[in-house]
């Protein structure tokens, strides 16, 4: 997170009512975190969302007061096994990020969970089988965000990290039609529209068009400059292919389609 100091006058300045902590390292692991939140409700901050792995809230004492502080949780979780976790994130803390996630349902958080699953090499042939745990583990959460790594921070560089979207696209399907099955809201972003064939109602971009967002959250890189894209009737409500994935993968595998955006049903979320 940044430094407080010039955050608090920003916020106080242009009379910010929403603000997201996260970056600068795991923001649950630093002590002034509850006096922070504190902080932002006293400068007029109405909505505060934590981004977290969830591993410091396997303390349930800390969980709850942080439940108390704090609107929104969102929760990145790459696996719901243990070694596939382990590999993706480098570390041993897969029963604690569990338990940081049953403490925050456990504590009737439900509906402002937010669980990330990022798909990548690592994972997505698993993503069926994350929908099947997730019914039985998470049932309540608020949203299931499944994203596409992107070829940035970590990942930059290391090819084997970004699967191709045609080697994805089948298990996303799947995992998706679990998790509808089951009860949840969930999207799929980073992913191409074309590529979703069928689900494109699920797409967290084309349901940002759909209410009249612009397709792309602030900071977010626009689409590659490709041509499948350029033809594509997809395009105004779709990410598109990336110009890192372009980087890695190349873009032969996109073909423009002639489905228009507005004949698609958007998915509950």
């Not at 006058?9 to 970056?23: C, F, N, P, T």
């Not at 704090?70 to 029963?95: C, G, M, W």
């Not at 569990?98 to 009737?108: E, I, K, Y």
Request: aromatic share 8%.
């Amino acid at each position: 997170m940044p430094p407080l100091g010039p955050a608090l006058a920003r916020i106080k300045r242009d009379r910010i009512k929403a603000v997201s902590l996260e970056g600068g390292g795991e923001p649950s692991v630093r002590p002034d975190l509850l006096a922070t939140a504190a902080k932002l409700r006293a400068a007029g901050v109405e909505h505060i969302m934590l981004s977290t792995n969830g591993v410091a809230l396997a303390d349930m004492e800390l969980c709850r007061e942080a439940a108390a502080a704090i609107d929104q949780f969102t929760v990145n979780f790459p696996s719901h096994l243990p070694e596939v976790y382990a590999a993706a994130t480098r570390s041993v803390k897969y029963p604690q990020a569990v338990r940081g996630l049953r403490n925050l349902l456990d504590l009737g958080v439900r509906e402002r969970l937010r669980v990330f699953h990022i798909i990548s090499s690592f994972n997505f042939r698993a993503l069926p089988g994350f929908a099947a745990w997730a019914a039985e583990n998470l049932r309540g959460a608020g949203l299931v965000n499944l994203t596409f790594v992107r070829n940035a921070g970590r990942a930059r560089g290391e090819d084997g990290i970004v699967p191709s979207y045609s080697e994805a696209a089948p298990f996303i399907k799947l995992a998706l039609a679990r998790l509808k099955l089951a009860g949840f809201k969930a999207v799929v972003q980073n992913f191409p529209l074309c590529m979703l064939k069928g689900f494109e109602g699920f797409s967290f971009e084309f349901q940002r068009w759909s209410r009249g967002d612009a397709v792309f959250e602030e900071g977010v890189a626009s689409a590659a400059d490709c041509a499948a894209c350029a033809a594509c009737a997809l395009a105004p409500a779709c990410c598109g292919a990336r110009t890192d994935y372009g980087e890695i993968r190349g873009f032969a595998e996109l073909k423009a389609s002639r489905i228009r955006p507005s004949s698609i049903k958007p998915e509950r979320f």
